[in-house]
């Protein structure tokens, strides 16, 4: 979900009206709004930049599950070295 903080930037942003528009007709201050909502409305599902950040996005949801699953590992290690 996008927070109401941000929605409120997009629709006072400098976005191209059309695409600023729908953004805001699609929710008001008091919604929140999702990704799988905007997309298809902006017409964005094939949209290479958008596959790529997608992309990045799961490469960083896999490293810091990794990081995390290192930090456990680590904080493990100390308590039994104590």
Known sequence: MMPIRSLSLVCQSSLPGPIRAKICGTASKCDDI????????LGLEDDPELEEIEARIEQYKEETAEQNGKKVDAASWMKGTS
């Open 34 to 41: 999702s990704c799988s909502e905007v997309i298809p409305a």
